[in-house]
């Protein structure tokens, strides 16, 4: 008998099922009366159990170039309940969840956890919480890799978008702007950008109906809404869209990620490493303005808060709209420099894919985008930032302070896209590497599984037990 890995994929921990590890074209389907989802994990060097029993695919191109040893991509949908208020970025969490406690050493623990706070000052640790079920947790919003969202095929219509191309990319000739891109769905392809449209909301939130309002003369075919949208919650977000002048090339940018995702992928120096990666950006430089409501940080950008006219510098770049006037009098409008036909409009003017109805997922979350080996998913937090995607270490800093949270709210008619990676853990062996700290793990989860859990600080009806939207458990078991 020789033990090898087994990935089960489920909406709990009492119904799972074995994953197809490493195939990009097969994630696990979640659709519970909470959650509808698709997740994939990735491990490389993959020698473990199938679901057919099949040969394992041994590795993917993602780990081309990367220090990673694993990756759990999860896409999904928080369903919305007739009398239940929608979740807020204080109640979702995403973490380790343990049947029991374990005899583990403190010091490497200890270490472990400084090395996650690094990472994520948010995380967080129980050993004797009230379900008896030991955890290690931190806020979804703040813990996952990457955070990206877009609209539900439904909402389609109703999708507010940014085109926001690297400065000076031009149209293709004899094509419109929003010709030249794909999808709102942020996708990295063979480590290029592909371009996209930066979503923004749907409406019937109160920020993106202000946006529009006070912009309406910039969009002369604003479509009714198609489909009825419930009230959503303010998000404390600034009103804005960020320029061509002011934001770096996609290439640039996806540089900057890289450099700091390189840094954090070596273990060997992940300390000193993750220490500066989180001391870089001390001070988030966005504004947090909502409709209505003052101020509470500065941004480098104009926003739409009520008199904030154009600066004088950008006039020169403003290009006038039909029926809008000229330059001059664009330059008085409270928004920001450079806004031309195309940077702002809804989603019917793009062009999405096809969405197959009789499916009930793809109706539900629309097409999966990930199934080459080489696709995978982007940071963009557009959507809670609106005027600009902050690099990754900016958000989780935004998201450590509990007005942020509270603040949030996650929209049912929303897919949210996340990943989260690491490289100091080999999961076919149970092998555990952060710097000094060397050792196996295997004796201290002989009965039980490594297990990650996304779930909400809800309680289960008559429960100590917390709801949990899906679970991804890792167990070496003898075959």
Same mark, same amino acid.
């Given at each position: 008998?020789?033990?090898?890995?087994?990935?089960?994929?489920?909406?709990? !921990?009492?119904?799972?099922?074995?994953?197809?590890? =490493? +195939?990009?074209?097969?994630?696990?389907?979640? +659709?519970?009366?909470?959650?509808? %989802?698709?997740?994939?994990?990735?491990?490389?060097?993959? +020698?473990?159990? @199938?679901? /057919?029993?099949?040969?394992?695919?041994?590795?993917?191109?993602?780990?081309?170039?990367?220090?990673?040893?694993?990756?759990?991509?999860?896409?999904?949908?928080?369903?919305?309940?007739?009398?239940?208020?929608?979740?807020?970025?204080?109640?979702?969490?995403?973490? @380790?969840?343990?049947?029991?406690?374990? =005899?583990?050493?403190? @010091?490497?623990?200890?270490?472990?956890?400084?090395?996650?706070?690094?990472?994520?000052?948010?995380?967080?640790? $129980?050993?004797?919480?009230?379900?008896?079920?030991?955890?290690?947790? #931190?806020?979804?919003?703040?813990?996952? =890799?990457?955070?990206?969202?877009?609209?539900?095929?439904?909402?389609?219509?109703?999708?507010?978008?940014?085109?926001?191309?690297?400065?000076?990319?031009? &149209?293709?000739?004899?094509?419109?702007?929003?010709?030249?891109?794909?999808?709102?769905?942020?996708?990295?392809?063979?480590?290029?950008?592909?371009?996209?449209?930066?979503?923004?909301?749907?409406?019937? $939130?109160?920020?993106?109906?202000?946006?529009?309002?006070?912009?309406?003369?910039?969009?002369? /075919?604003?479509?009714?809404?198609?489909?009825?949208?419930?009230?959503?919650?303010?998000?404390?977000?600034?009103?804005?869209?960020?320029?061509?002048? $002011?934001?770096?090339? *996609?290439?640039?940018?996806?540089?900057?990620?890289? $450099?700091?995702?390189?840094?954090? +992928?070596?273990?060997?120096?992940? %300390?000193?490493?993750?220490? #500066?990666?989180?001391?870089?950006? #001390?001070?988030?430089?966005?504004?947090?303005?909502?409709?209505?409501?003052?101020?509470?940080?500065?941004?480098?950008?104009?926003?739409?808060?009520?008199?904030?006219?154009?600066?004088?510098?950008?006039?020169? *770049?403003?290009?006038?709209?039909?029926?809008?006037?000229?330059?001059?009098?664009?330059?008085?409008?409270?928004?920001?420099?450079?806004?031309?036909?195309?940077?702002?409009?809804?989603?019917?003017?793009?062009?999405?894919?096809?969405?197959?109805?009789?499916?009930?997922?793809?109706?539900?979350?629309?097409?999966? !985008?990930?199934?080459?080996?080489?696709?995978?998913?982007?940071?963009?937090?557009?959507?809670?930032?609106?005027?600009?995607?902050?690099?990754?270490?900016?958000?989780?800093?935004?998201?450590?302070?509990?007005? &942020?949270?509270?603040?949030?709210?996650?929209?049912?008619?929303?897919?949210?896209?996340?990943?989260?990676?690491?490289?100091?853990?080999?999961? =076919?062996?149970?092998?555990?590497?952060?710097?000094?700290?060397?050792?196996?793990?295997?004796?201290?989860?002989?009965?039980?599984?490594?297990?990650?859990?996304?779930?909400?600080?809800?309680?289960?009806?008559?429960?100590?037990?917390?709801?949990?939207?899906?679970?991804? #458990?890792?167990?070496?078991? /003898?075959?």
């Amino acid at each position: 008998m020789v033990k090898r890995l087994e990935v089960r994929i489920g909406p709990d !921990r009492f119904h799972t099922e074995i994953a197809r590890v =490493n +195939d990009s074209s097969k994630p696990t389907i979640i +659709d519970s009366p909470l959650f509808v %989802g698709r997740v994939l994990v990735k491990i490389r060097d993959f +020698d473990g159990v @199938t679901p /057919d029993g099949s040969p394992p695919i041994r590795d993917h191109d993602y780990f081309m170039k990367r220090n990673r040893r694993f990756d759990i991509q999860i896409e999904g949908r928080f369903k919305a309940r007739p009398g239940v208020a929608p979740y807020t970025g204080e109640e979702l969490q995403f973490g @380790t969840d343990f049947d029991h406690l374990v =005899n583990f050493p403190m @010091t490497p623990f200890k270490l472990g956890m400084r090395v996650a706070k690094a990472v994520d000052p948010n995380v967080y640790y $129980d050993f004797e919480p009230p379900s008896k079920r030991p955890f290690i947790m #931190s806020p979804y919003l703040a813990c996952m =890799n990457t955070f990206s969202a877009w609209p539900s095929p439904a909402q389609y219509p109703n999708a507010l978008v940014a085109l926001q191309n690297p400065s000076g990319t031009p &149209a293709p000739p004899n094509r419109s702007r929003s010709d030249s891109i794909q999808d709102v769905v942020p996708v990295e392809a063979s480590r290029q950008v592909k371009k996209y449209w930066h979503f923004i909301g749907l409406k019937g $939130d109160p920020r993106i109906d202000g946006l529009v309002e006070k912009n309406k003369h910039l969009l002369p /075919d604003i479509p009714v809404a198609t489909a009825a949208r419930r009230p959503m919650p303010r998000h404390q977000s600034s009103f804005g869209i960020r320029t061509e002048r $002011d934001e770096p090339t *996609e290439v640039a940018q996806r540089q900057k990620h890289a $450099d700091l995702v390189s840094k954090a +992928d070596r273990p060997e120096k992940s %300390g000193g490493a993750l220490s #500066s990666l989180t001391s870089k950006f #001390s001070k988030l430089g966005t504004g947090l303005s909502s409709a209505g409501s003052s101020s509470t940080a500065t941004s480098r950008r104009s926003s739409f808060d009520e008199g904030s006219p154009i600066t004088s510098e950008a006039e020169d *770049e403003l290009t006038p709209l039909p029926g809008s006037g000229s330059a001059a009098d664009i330059s008085k409008l409270p928004v920001l420099k450079g806004l031309a036909k195309g940077d702002l409009c809804f989603a019917r003017a793009l062009h999405l894919p096809d969405v197959d109805a009789s499916d009930p997922i793809e109706a539900q979350l629309g097409p999966w !985008r990930f199934s080459s080996p080489t696709a995978e998913p982007m940071e963009d937090n557009t959507f809670v930032f609106l005027n600009e995607n902050v690099p990754i270490p900016k958000r989780r800093k935004y998201f450590s302070k509990a007005e &942020a949270l509270k603040g949030f709210t996650y929209d049912p008619d929303v897919v949210y896209g996340a990943s989260f990676f690491a490289p100091y853990f080999n999961f =076919n062996t149970f092998d555990l590497a952060i710097g000094p700290v060397h050792m196996n793990l295997n004796k201290f989860f002989a009965d039980m599984p490594i297990r990650y859990t996304l779930r909400s600080s809800r309680k289960v009806a008559g429960q100590q037990e917390e709801e949990t939207f899906c679970t991804i #458990s890792f167990a070496l078991v /003898d075959v």
